[in-house]
Protein backbone atom coordinates (compact mmCIF):
# COMPACT_ATOMS: atom_id res chain seq x y z
CA UNK A 1 0.00 0.00 0.00
CA UNK A 2 1.52 3.43 -1.09
CA UNK A 3 2.18 5.90 1.87
CA UNK A 4 3.98 9.21 2.87
CA UNK A 5 7.48 8.89 3.68
CA UNK A 6 9.42 11.74 5.67
CA UNK A 7 13.09 12.44 6.56
CA UNK A 8 15.09 12.85 8.80
CA UNK A 9 12.43 10.89 11.72
CA UNK A 10 14.78 13.00 14.00
CA UNK A 11 16.55 16.22 13.23
CA UNK A 12 18.54 18.57 16.14
CA UNK A 13 19.23 22.00 15.59
CA UNK A 14 20.72 24.58 16.87
CA UNK A 15 18.46 27.99 17.90
CA UNK A 16 18.90 30.42 14.49
CA UNK A 17 19.69 27.87 12.58
CA UNK A 18 17.42 26.71 8.99
CA UNK A 19 16.37 22.93 8.68
CA UNK A 20 14.96 21.40 5.76
CA UNK A 21 12.13 18.95 6.43
CA UNK A 22 11.41 16.20 3.82
CA UNK A 23 8.24 14.49 2.39
CA UNK A 24 7.48 12.17 -0.52
CA UNK A 25 3.77 12.35 -0.98
CA UNK A 26 1.69 9.54 -2.35
CA UNK A 27 2.80 10.06 -6.37
CA UNK A 28 -0.64 10.17 -7.20
CA UNK A 29 -1.69 12.48 -4.87
CA UNK A 30 -1.93 16.37 -5.92
CA UNK A 31 -2.74 17.86 -2.17
CA UNK A 32 0.13 18.51 0.17
CA UNK A 33 -0.06 19.61 3.93
CA UNK A 34 2.04 20.41 6.87
CA UNK A 35 1.22 19.75 10.15
CA UNK A 36 2.72 20.45 13.60
CA UNK A 37 1.99 18.51 16.88
CA UNK A 38 3.78 19.99 19.78
CA UNK A 39 4.20 17.56 22.74
CA UNK A 40 1.42 16.43 24.27
CA UNK A 41 -0.78 19.06 22.10
CA UNK A 42 -3.28 18.74 19.32
CA UNK A 43 -2.20 18.50 15.81
CA UNK A 44 -1.98 21.99 13.83
CA UNK A 45 -2.42 22.59 10.01
CA UNK A 46 0.63 24.40 8.90
CA UNK A 47 -0.32 24.32 5.34
CA UNK A 48 -1.63 23.57 2.02
CA UNK A 49 -0.11 23.14 -1.67
CA UNK A 50 -1.40 22.67 -4.58
CA UNK A 51 -0.27 23.60 -8.46
CA UNK A 52 2.81 24.44 -6.87
CA UNK A 53 1.40 27.00 -4.81
CA UNK A 54 0.17 27.49 -1.36
CA UNK A 55 -3.27 27.21 -1.33
CA UNK A 56 -3.96 27.96 2.60
CA UNK A 57 -2.30 28.78 5.74
CA UNK A 58 -2.50 29.06 8.99
CA UNK A 59 -1.31 32.13 11.37
CA UNK A 60 1.05 29.35 12.44
CA UNK A 61 2.96 29.57 9.21
CA UNK A 62 4.96 33.05 9.11
CA UNK A 63 7.27 34.37 7.36
CA UNK A 64 10.16 32.21 8.60
CA UNK A 65 8.26 29.12 7.27
CA UNK A 66 8.16 28.14 3.43
CA UNK A 67 6.75 24.75 1.50
CA UNK A 68 8.31 24.34 -2.03
CA UNK A 69 7.75 21.18 -4.01
CA UNK A 70 11.66 20.79 -5.74
CA UNK A 71 10.93 17.89 -8.21
CA UNK A 72 8.02 15.88 -8.99
CA UNK A 73 8.35 13.75 -5.83
CA UNK A 74 9.78 15.79 -2.91
CA UNK A 75 7.66 18.41 -0.49
CA UNK A 76 9.88 20.36 1.74
CA UNK A 77 9.08 22.50 4.60
CA UNK A 78 11.92 24.77 5.64
CA UNK A 79 12.58 27.25 8.98
CA UNK A 80 14.73 29.64 8.09
CA UNK A 81 15.57 30.88 12.03
CA UNK A 82 14.58 27.97 14.27
CA UNK A 83 13.45 29.14 17.29
CA UNK A 84 12.67 26.71 20.46
CA UNK A 85 9.46 26.74 20.53
CA UNK A 86 9.51 25.31 16.79
CA UNK A 87 10.19 22.05 18.37
CA UNK A 88 7.78 19.58 17.67
CA UNK A 89 6.68 16.35 15.67
CA UNK A 90 5.99 17.66 11.73
CA UNK A 91 3.81 15.67 9.52
CA UNK A 92 3.56 16.12 5.81
CA UNK A 93 0.01 14.17 4.31
CA UNK A 94 -1.49 14.32 0.66
CA UNK A 95 -4.95 13.63 -0.76
CA UNK A 96 -6.13 13.28 -4.36
CA UNK A 97 -8.71 15.03 -4.49
CA UNK A 98 -9.57 19.00 -4.07
CA UNK A 99 -11.86 18.29 -0.88
CA UNK A 100 -9.22 16.65 0.86
CA UNK A 101 -11.50 14.60 2.74
CA UNK A 102 -9.27 12.01 3.59
CA UNK A 103 -5.50 12.70 4.27
CA UNK A 104 -2.74 10.57 4.60
CA UNK A 105 0.01 11.21 6.85
CA UNK A 106 3.50 10.32 6.99
CA UNK A 107 5.26 9.34 9.85
CA UNK A 108 6.14 12.65 11.16
CA UNK A 109 10.03 14.29 11.99
CA UNK A 110 10.84 14.64 15.31
CA UNK A 111 12.50 18.28 15.46
CA UNK A 112 14.50 19.45 19.01
CA UNK A 113 15.59 23.34 18.56
CA UNK A 114 18.31 23.61 20.99
CA UNK B 1 -12.48 30.56 17.00
CA UNK B 2 -13.20 27.44 16.76
CA UNK B 3 -12.80 24.89 19.75
CA UNK B 4 -13.12 21.63 19.53
CA UNK B 5 -13.43 19.20 22.63
CA UNK B 6 -12.42 15.57 22.96
CA UNK B 7 -13.78 13.86 26.32
CA UNK B 8 -11.51 13.03 28.92
CA UNK B 9 -7.48 12.71 28.08
CA UNK B 10 -8.07 9.22 28.71
CA UNK B 11 -10.57 6.22 29.00
CA UNK B 12 -10.06 2.81 30.37
CA UNK B 13 -12.37 -0.04 29.42
CA UNK B 14 -12.35 -3.75 30.03
CA UNK B 15 -11.71 -5.86 26.34
CA UNK B 16 -14.89 -7.19 24.57
CA UNK B 17 -16.63 -3.84 25.81
CA UNK B 18 -17.81 -0.69 23.81
CA UNK B 19 -15.84 2.49 24.30
CA UNK B 20 -17.72 5.92 23.18
CA UNK B 21 -15.51 8.50 22.34
CA UNK B 22 -16.75 12.03 22.36
CA UNK B 23 -16.19 15.34 20.09
CA UNK B 24 -17.60 18.65 20.91
CA UNK B 25 -17.17 21.88 18.80
CA UNK B 26 -18.54 25.31 18.91
CA UNK B 27 -17.96 28.18 16.89
CA UNK B 28 -17.87 26.50 13.72
CA UNK B 29 -19.91 24.19 11.26
CA UNK B 30 -18.34 21.78 9.66
CA UNK B 31 -19.42 19.66 6.18
CA UNK B 32 -17.94 16.94 7.80
CA UNK B 33 -15.63 15.69 10.69
CA UNK B 34 -13.40 12.95 11.07
CA UNK B 35 -11.76 10.13 12.97
CA UNK B 36 -8.32 9.33 13.26
CA UNK B 37 -6.15 7.03 15.11
CA UNK B 38 -2.66 7.70 16.38
CA UNK B 39 -0.25 6.07 18.14
CA UNK B 40 2.68 7.07 19.72
CA UNK B 41 5.29 8.91 17.70
CA UNK B 42 3.09 8.14 14.52
CA UNK B 43 1.41 9.91 12.01
CA UNK B 44 -2.63 9.96 12.50
CA UNK B 45 -4.25 7.28 10.09
CA UNK B 46 -7.65 7.60 8.49
CA UNK B 47 -10.71 6.02 9.89
CA UNK B 48 -13.46 7.37 9.09
CA UNK B 49 -15.48 10.19 7.76
CA UNK B 50 -19.24 11.66 8.18
CA UNK B 51 -21.09 14.64 6.49
CA UNK B 52 -23.16 17.31 7.88
CA UNK B 53 -26.09 15.55 6.30
CA UNK B 54 -25.34 12.17 8.00
CA UNK B 55 -26.55 10.80 11.56
CA UNK B 56 -24.57 7.36 11.62
CA UNK B 57 -21.92 5.29 9.62
CA UNK B 58 -20.75 2.45 10.68
CA UNK B 59 -17.23 0.34 9.26
CA UNK B 60 -16.74 -2.75 10.64
CA UNK B 61 -16.65 -2.14 14.88
CA UNK B 62 -16.31 1.27 14.19
CA UNK B 63 -19.36 3.45 14.76
CA UNK B 64 -19.84 7.05 14.30
CA UNK B 65 -22.76 9.61 14.91
CA UNK B 66 -23.06 13.66 13.89
CA UNK B 67 -25.50 15.67 15.28
CA UNK B 68 -25.20 19.24 13.73
CA UNK B 69 -27.58 20.50 16.48
CA UNK B 70 -25.93 19.35 19.77
CA UNK B 71 -22.60 19.74 17.44
CA UNK B 72 -21.44 16.71 18.58
CA UNK B 73 -19.82 13.57 17.67
CA UNK B 74 -20.10 10.44 19.15
CA UNK B 75 -17.20 7.61 18.12
CA UNK B 76 -18.00 4.04 19.25
CA UNK B 77 -15.73 1.58 19.16
CA UNK B 78 -17.46 -2.17 19.76
CA UNK B 79 -16.42 -5.39 20.84
CA UNK B 80 -13.07 -3.20 22.15
CA UNK B 81 -9.78 -5.32 21.66
CA UNK B 82 -6.33 -4.27 23.12
CA UNK B 83 -5.26 -3.62 20.20
CA UNK B 84 -7.92 -0.58 19.58
CA UNK B 85 -5.47 0.84 22.38
CA UNK B 86 -3.93 4.78 20.37
CA UNK B 87 -5.66 8.06 21.01
CA UNK B 88 -8.40 9.29 18.83
CA UNK B 89 -7.93 12.56 16.70
CA UNK B 90 -11.46 13.97 15.68
CA UNK B 91 -11.31 16.64 13.15
CA UNK B 92 -13.25 19.68 11.44
CA UNK B 93 -13.05 19.88 7.67
CA UNK B 94 -15.68 22.48 5.71
CA UNK B 95 -15.81 22.70 1.88
CA UNK B 96 -14.79 26.20 1.55
CA UNK B 97 -11.33 25.37 2.16
CA UNK B 98 -8.66 21.88 2.72
CA UNK B 99 -7.87 23.21 6.39
CA UNK B 100 -8.45 20.45 9.30
CA UNK B 101 -8.98 21.56 12.66
CA UNK B 102 -8.07 18.57 15.15
CA UNK B 103 -8.98 18.18 18.68
CA UNK B 104 -6.42 16.96 21.62
CA UNK B 105 -7.46 13.43 21.00
CA UNK B 106 -8.24 10.63 23.94
CA UNK B 107 -6.05 8.13 24.69
CA UNK B 108 -7.65 4.80 24.95
CA UNK B 109 -6.67 1.61 26.72
CA UNK B 110 -8.53 -1.38 26.28
CA UNK B 111 -7.89 -3.82 29.57
CA UNK B 112 -7.30 -7.51 28.20
Known sequence: ?114 | SQKIEQNSEALNIQEGKTATLTCNYTNYSPAYLQWYRQDPGRGPVFLLLIRENEKEKRKERLKVTFDTTLKQSLFHITASQPADSATYLCALGSNTGNQFYFGTGTSLTVIP
Open chain 1, 1 to 114: EPEVTQTPSHQVTQMGQEVILRCVPISNHLYFYWYRQILGQKVEFLVSFYNNEISEKSEIFDDQFSVERPDGSNFTLKIRSTKLEDSAMYFCASSDNRDSETQYFGPGTRLLVL
